[in-house]
T-cell receptor
């Protein structure tokens, strides 16, 4: 398998549920990202992991909890979400080497919170 | 102030015509990179083309070219000979600096419709 994969592709959950989104990259990259894409907002960066260390956390509510066990895997743990958290969650990876560290995206998980 | 501005929320273009998608950016950094991504209805963000701030020539990738005008701070995407499969959202993005914690900022996107 190549590129960046995400599972599940679609997720419907209640506000009291706990679920996790999974991202895996097969590109040998050293950085991984979580983005949120809502219907009427620009793409919002949520978390950045570089060399498995979190380097960015854009004031994301604590109900979103990232985990990066190694350079190929990234998780987003979800608990007690709100309906406004419904969005497309995109994972990306890149090779940070200064300059053109192009991010390659996965297909996304479309999350609906009831 | 917006870092990335895409002024065209939607565009309709006849198949086989060339398309220019506008993007202007705002930065005081000397080192930065500009990206264009395509997002079809499936949701996946597909990297199209990259232009570095120090690159003297406009980037080209197949039917895609980036019209980089540094003084005007514009980085328009040109798609030649458009195809029906080009219908999608297109995002312009910028990365300022070259440090590992420098993040990419995306514009709001332009929805392109290619008409048969």
């Amino acid at each position: 398998e190549t590129g960046v994969t995400q599972t599940p592709r679609h997720l419907v959950m209640g506000m009291t549920n706990k679920k996790s989104l999974k991202c895996e990259q097969h590109l040998g990259h050293n950085a991984m990202y979580w983005y949120k894409q809502s219907a009427k907002k620009p793409l919002e960066l949520m978390f950045v992991y570089s060399l498995e260390e979190r380097v960015e956390n854009n004031s994301v509510p604590s109900r979103f909890s990232p985990e990066c066990p190694n350079s190929s895997h990234l998780f987003l743990h979800l608990h007690t979400l709100q309906p406004e958290d419904s969005a497309l969650y995109l994972c990306a990876s890149s090779q940070i080497a200064g300059g053109q560290d192009t991010q390659y995206f996965g297909p996304g998980t479309r999350l609906t919170v009831l | 102030a917006q870092k990335i501005t895409q002024t065209q929320p939607g565009m309709f273009v006849q198949e086989k015509e060339a398309v220019t998608l506008d993007c202007t950016y705002d930065t005081s950094d000397q080192s930065y990179g500009l990206f264009w991504y395509k997002q079809p209805s499936s949701g996946e963000m597909i990297f199209l083309i990259y232009q570095g701030s120090y690159d003297e020539q406009n980037a080209t990738e197949g039917r895609y070219s980036l019209n980089f005008q540094k003084a005007r701070k514009s980085a328009n995407l040109v798609i030649s000979a458009s195809q029906l499969g080009d219908s999608a959202m297109y995002f312009c993005a910028m990365r300022e600096g070259m440090n590992r914690d420098d993040k990419i900022i995306f514009g709001k996107g332009t929805r392109l419709h290619i008409l048969p």
